[in-house]
Structures are given as C-alpha cells and as structure tokens.
C-alpha cells in the first residue's frame, strides 16, 4: 500500500512551510512511522496547480490514502478538517498572483465534501501522542481548502479509499517533529481502518 502526503511552497511572503517539511519527513521515514511507503508531494500555492500537481502524483502513485497538509498561521493545535466546500474566496492573492472570490472549486457540483480519514480515531490518538490537536470544521476558503476540495471531489469519495486534508500550525506553536508525529498517527488509524469513538470535539461558534 502506498500513501500520499503533500504539502504546499511558501506563501504570504514566508521563506518555509511546515506542512512541506512534515511532508517530507514523514515520506524519508514511512517504513518506520506507518509502516508503509509514504510519497510526498510538493503543491504550489495556486488555485491552478495544486490540484493537477497532486492529481498527478495520486495517478502516478495509486495510494490507498492521501493526507494533504497546509499550513494554518494562527493554529495553535494541528486541525483535523472535517469538510471541504465547494467556494474559492481568496483573502490574498496567490503565488501566481489570482485572487478569485466567490468562485466554485468545481461549477455545478455538490457544495461539499466529508473528509474520509477517521476524524475522531484520530483525534485520540494525536492527543495519545501528546500533539496539540482538534476537529476543525472549515478549512478556509483559500488554497488549502480549494486542493481539499478537488481531492475528495475527484478521488477519495470511491469506496477503499481514504482522504482529508489536516492543517499545521507554524513550527513555532507546534515543532515540525511533533507535526510528524501527528500526521502518522493519522495516517496509521486510517491504515488500520480504525473504527470511529464517540468522542466530542465540536465547538460552540
Ligand atoms: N496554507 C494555505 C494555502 C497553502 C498553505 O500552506 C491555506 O490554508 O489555504
């Protein structure tokens, strides 16, 4: 079984981005941390190429399960994201320099998406980790949001298979290694099709 994990280039003028490095990390020790083989893909910021470039790799490489990440800059707690909408409405333009706002990701298609990992299994076993984690219930409407959008769209709504997308914070809040640790620990509950808890993690606004 193979796994695909992407993270995204730079933006907003910042020289890194953890979701990338996690990425990486996670894909050198795939073996050792799920148990798999982890390929990781790098996406640009562009509401044009970050799709196709992780389209390209999940046709390449035929995983089972495909976490993208990206990075939130004011998380404090890795986000589990529950749900992609089907709306582009950019606060900044993106590294090609589009702002589109009120656009659809996918005209005449359905307003969203459910992510397919196993949210709450995941969610104990990153807090199991000792990793600052929750359920989050909007991934923006930004780049992020518009590749989780067109994964599930295009991809992991097909029975067997199994995609989401989770956002890190800055290494400052949450260091890259305890990304890692994290991203394993959702990438090996989805692996061992772990069943879903009962397990409260909603926010009241
Ligand atoms: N974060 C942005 C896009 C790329 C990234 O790492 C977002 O949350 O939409």
């Not at 990338?20 to 390929?39: C, D, H, P």
């Not at 659809?104 to 359905?110: D, E, K, L």
């Not at 989401?164 to 800055?170: D, L, Y």
């Not at 290694?177 to 692996?191: C, K």
């Amino acid at each position: 079984m193979t796994v695909v994990v992407s993270g995204f280039e730079p933006f907003d003028g910042a020289v890194d981005n953890p979701s990338w490095e996690t990425a990486e990390r996670l894909a050198e020790r795939g073996e050792e941390l799920v148990g798999e083989r982890v390929v990781a893909v790098r996406l640009p910021v562009t509401f044009g190429g970050a799709w196709p470039a992780l389209d390209a790799a999940v046709r390449e490489h035929a995983p089972t399960v495909v976490v993208a990440l990206g990075l939130a800059g004011g998380a404090t707690r890795v986000r589990l994201e529950r749900v992609a909408v089907n709306v582009r409405d950019a606060r900044i333009p993106d590294n090609a320099g589009d702002q589109p706002v009120d656009e659809p990701v996918v005209a005449a298609a359905p307003v969203g998406y459910w992510s397919t990992l196993p949210l709450k299994a995941s969610l104990a076993a990153v807090r199991a980790a000792g990793v600052p984690v929750e359920v989050s219930s909007t991934a923006g409407t930004y780049v992020c949001n518009d590749v989780f959008y067109a994964l599930m769209h295009r991809w992991g709504a097909e029975p067997g298979r199994q995609a989401g997308f989770v956002h890190v914070p800055g290494a400052d809040a949450v260091p890259v290694e305890d990304q890692v640790t994290a991203v394993a620990a959702v990438v090996r509950q989805a692996l061992l099709g772990a069943p879903e808890p009962v397990l409260a993690a909603g926010t009241e606004n």
